[in-house]
C-alpha cells in the first residue's frame, strides 16, 4: 500500500531521541470519511498498523518508522485522518532475547564478548524490522564476559537496562538508535566533534537555562549481585558541593573492570549540576553542513535536519574571548532529543542531561503498546 500524504496534512509534529532515533510522529490529514475508514482494521481486513511511514524533504529522510495508532476525528463536516508512528527503535520490543536460546552465545562463559558483539546477536535474532547493514555499530573494547542475559527480556529493555549504562574501557559513554534505511548505529557520545549547529538567542521564542543540581551525585557506589563494590569520589566537586552519594546497580556476572567503567562514567556525568531546561527555536538555525560554501561559513538551514546526538551552540552566551568553547552543557550542548512542528516552523531542543530511570526513558520515548 501507498499513499501520499505530503500535500494534505493540517498537522505534523516528529522528534528524535537518544537513545532511541527517530522516536515518534503524529501527523492529522484531512479526508473524506470513506477514504479514512480504509485505515482502520475492520472485518477481514487488516488497517494501516505496523505500515512503514516516511517523511523526505529534497530527497532526504527527514523521519521514518512505522504507524502505531490509527484513528478518526470529525467535528461538523470535517473528518480527520489521525495517525501515530513510532521509529523502529519501538520494533525491538517485539519479539524476547535469550541467551540461553538454542544456536545464541553463552555470554557468560569464554572471553572478548564485547557490547557490540551482543548488540549484532539481538539484531539478527529478535530485530526483523532492523536493516541487517550494521556497520554503524561500532567496536568497543571493553570484556563483558559473565555477564548474565538469560533472563528473557525485550532487546530494547537489555541495551537500555544492561548494555549502554556500562560504558567502554576508555570511558565513553554508547547510545543506541535507528536512523534512515532502518539503519542501527551504536556509537559514543561526542564530547569533541565540531559544532553542528548555531543559534542565537534572538532567534528562539522560549528557552531558560537552569542548572539543576538534585541529580548531582559525586560519590558512586556500584551493587553487583547484592554485593558492594568499590566506591568512586570526585574530590574536585566535593570540595564545592556537598558529599551526595549514589548507588547503582551493576548487571550481573560481569568483570569488575566493567563495573568501575559504569561506575566511572556515572561520576563524570553526575558531579556538577547541568543545564536540565529545553528551549524552542522559532527562527534561524545555522550550520556549516553546507559543502558548497566557504569552509567554516555559517549557512541557514532547516530546522528538521537537526537531531540527537549532534551538538548547537547558543552564540551570543559564548564569551568573545573565547575561540574554542567546549561542551559546558551551559552555552554549548549535546542533543539528547529533538521535537519539530511544522505547522509552526519551530524546533524544541532538549540538552543533554543525567540518565533516566528504563521507566521514564521507555515513557519519554513514546511507547503506544502498554503491558496488561
Known sequence: MHADLSARWTSLRFSTALHGGFKDCVISVPMRFEDAWQALRRENLRGWHFYHLEI????????????????????????????????????LRDQYY???????????????????DIIKEMLADEGPDISTTVTGITATSRDLAGIVLTDR??????????????????????FFAVWENRTPYWTAKAVSNPVEWFVWLRNTSSGQLIQDAQHLRNNILPVKGGTEGTEANDTSSQALYPKRELKVTVPTGVSSNAENDMRDAILTERADPVQTQSFTVSGTLYSTRATQN????????????????????IQDL?????????????????????????????????????????????????QVERDR
Open 153 to 174: 527480556d525485550y532487546p530494547q529493555n537489555i541495551i537500555l537496562s544492561k548494555i549502554a549504562p556500562l560504558a567502554d574501557s576508555d570511558g565513553k559513554q554508547y
Open 294 to 313: 566557504v569552509a567554516g561559513a555559517l549557512v541557514e538551514m532547516p530546522k528538521w535536519w537537526v537531531r540527537a546526538g549532534e551538538t548547537v551552540r
Open 56 to 91: 523526505t524533504q529534497d530527497q532526504r529522510t527527514v523521519w521514518e518508522g512505522r504507524i502505531m495508532k490509527v484513528g478518526i476525528g470529525w467535528s461538523g463536516s470535517q473528518t480527520t485522518l489521525q495517525l501515530t508512528a513510532l521509529g523502529y527503535w519501538s520494533s
Open 318 to 366: 559564548v564569551p568573545a574571548s573565547d575561540a574554542t568553547p567546549a561542551l559546558d552543557s551551559l552555552r554549548t550542548f549535546w542533543i539528547r532529543s529533538t521535537t519539530y512542528t511544522a505547522e509552526s516552523d519551530t524546533l524544541v531542543i532538549q540538552p543533554d542531561s543525567p540518565q533516566e530511570t528504563l521507566g521514564s526513558i521507555i515513557a519519554r520515548l513514546g
Open 98 to 116: 535469550d541467551a540461553a536460546d538454542s544456536s545464541n552465545t553463552d555470554w557468560t562463559s569464554g572471553s572478548g564478548h564485547t557490547s557490540d
